[in-house]
């Protein structure tokens, strides 16, 4: 695997506000994919990047923006559907032979690690994911995805089929002026434990689900 795969973006952005640190091969369960860091220019958040393939800005490419999501990323947490998307986002673009995931470290919509203990605390007590942000006085969803767009431009995307549910998530990249060629619907097999935490994010937060399979 070779790492002159990124090819640069044709139109580069103007005063950028991340740079890409570092580069290299990581071999998975999934597949063989090529990882990159990135830090922030003007905050003290980092991302990484997972991609396979050419990156060239006229081939539509799947991309995902994941934020972490500790409990579920790393420790299997059946409350949400994280882990699984993360895992399905990995198989998609082995499959196709070509597409990146940003992974941002945005944990619980942007509220920290901490916090998203604190309001599964409150969710044990009969919340749901948006109630119990509101009750510890914290926004809904903090998240920002503008650096995670001018990453898939430095790595020389222009027109994308993101893997998303989340339609703010969608207008965000767009906004930012990459070319959303398709919406790629990605619903996983759950546990029981996630139903009313997926039911709220389509009723509450307009996320596109069906909750209607098997």
């Known amino acids: 695997m070779e790492n002159s795969a990124i090819q640069p973006c044709c139109d580069p952005i103007e005063n950028p506000s991340v740079e890409r640190v570092a580069l290299a091969n990581l071999p998975t369960e999934w597949g063989d994919f090529q990882i990159a860091g990135y830090r922030s220019l003007i905050s003290k958040e980092e991302y990484v990047v997972l991609f396979k393939g050419e990156m060239n800005r006229e081939t539509p490419t799947l991309v995902r923006i994941h934020s972490q999501c500790l409990t579920g990323d790393v420790f299997g947490s059946t409350k949400c559907d994280c882990g699984e998307q993360l895992h399905t986002t990995l198989q998609m673009i082995q499959q196709e032979g070509r597409g990146a995931i940003v992974y941002q470290q945005q944990e619980g919509r942007g509220i920290g690690i901490l916090n998203k203990i604190r309001a599964y605390a ?10 119990a942000n509101e009750r510890l006085g914290l926004a809904v969803d903090l998240r920002d ?32 002026g990459l070319k959303i060629v398709e919406r790629v619907s990605i619903e996983v097999d759950s546990a029981e434990d996630a139903a009313g935490y997926l039911r709220t994010k389509k009723e509450k937060m307009g996320h596109l689900l069906e909750l209607n399979r098997n």
């Open 122 to 131: 409150l969710q044990d007590q009969g919340a749901d994911t948006v109630e």
């Open 145 to 176: 995805y503008q650096q995670c767009a001018e990453i898939l431009f430095d790595l020389g995307l222009c027109n994308v089929k993101v893997i998303s549910n989340n339609p703010l998530k969608l207008q965000a990249l767009e906004d930012a």
